[in-house]
């Protein structure tokens, strides 16, 4: 009975996801940068509410999205993000209840054929320019020993910044789609970022030298936000290579 109510759950999600691929042209950049056969936390930015469902189509992931409280505030909100965008609720203003959104999300590690996802910057964001990153990705990789890749999305187009409609995700995420009907979309992946690695943790073996999990959690972050950075000039290199004329 749970997996017939499972499916219907996300039927709607898997027919959207099929439509946009046949109406929006996706290009995925080294793709290959993923880890196979390895759980990991996708790291996105975010410029429009269709987000959630052009990096499905694009990775062909399932993925498990981590979404700011505020996107669950009515019953219509809270059945689509839940039931239909498979996210989980995270509390920005009120830290204190994210023990059990946590405990949700670290459930579900090792849950076969799931990843994880996540918009760092916590809101949409139509510049170029990433706005203050939440440590949220990085707290949950420290936890779980997941790494993160970072996923840069180009050329994607969404309604004006401070628009009403914005306000509300679903109704913008839906009109994004239009916007962006047999449009060309850039999506690049970035190297996987270790949270055991050795360059972010030093001197693990010794005690005395052992770093306490807020700077360690500090140090995957600023590693997350570098690679970002990083990310965003190859991308920026390898399209205007693309556009050189030959010879």
Not at 27 to 37: E, G
Not at 162 to 191: C, D, P, Q, S
Request: net charge positive.
């Amino acid at each position: 009975m749970k997996n017939m109510k499972d499916f219907f759950y996300a039927l709607p999600r898997i027919i959207i996801i099929n439509i946009f691929k046949l109406i929006i042209r996706i290009k995925v950049f080294n793709y290959a940068r993923i880890p196979v056969n390895e759980q990991v936390i996708f790291a996105v930015n975010h410029i429009t509410g269709a987000d959630p469902i052009l990096i499905m189509a694009a990775l062909r992931k399932k993925l498990i999205f981590f979404a700011i409280s505020d996107d669950f505030k009515n019953k219509f909100t809270n059945f689509f993000f839940r039931k239909v965008g498979n996210a989980i609720p995270i509390f920005q203003k009120e830290p204190s209840r994210n023990f059990n959104s946590f405990k949700e999300l670290i459930s579900n590690k090792g849950r076969k054929g799931f990843d994880f996802a996540v918009f760092p910057e916590g809101k949409l964001n139509k510049t170029n320019i990433y706005d203050n990153f939440k440590k949220g990705a990085a707290y949950f990789s420290y936890k779980t020993k997941l790494r993160i890749v970072p996923i840069y999305i180009q050329n994607i187009k969404g309604l004006k910044a401070g628009t009403k409609l914005e306000e509300n995700k679903v109704t913008e995420g839906m009109i994004a789609l239009g916007f962006n009907l047999f449009r060309r979309v850039n999506i690049f992946v970035g190297n996987p970022i270790d949270p055991i690695a050795e360059s972010i943790i030093n001197d693990l073996r010794e005690l005395k030298n052992k770093k306490s999990y807020r700077e360690l959690v500090t140090e995957i972050h600023e590693e997350m936000e570098k690679n970002f950075w990083d990310l965003q000039d190859e991308a920026e290199e390898i399209l205007k290579n693309a556009h050189k004329p030959a010879g």
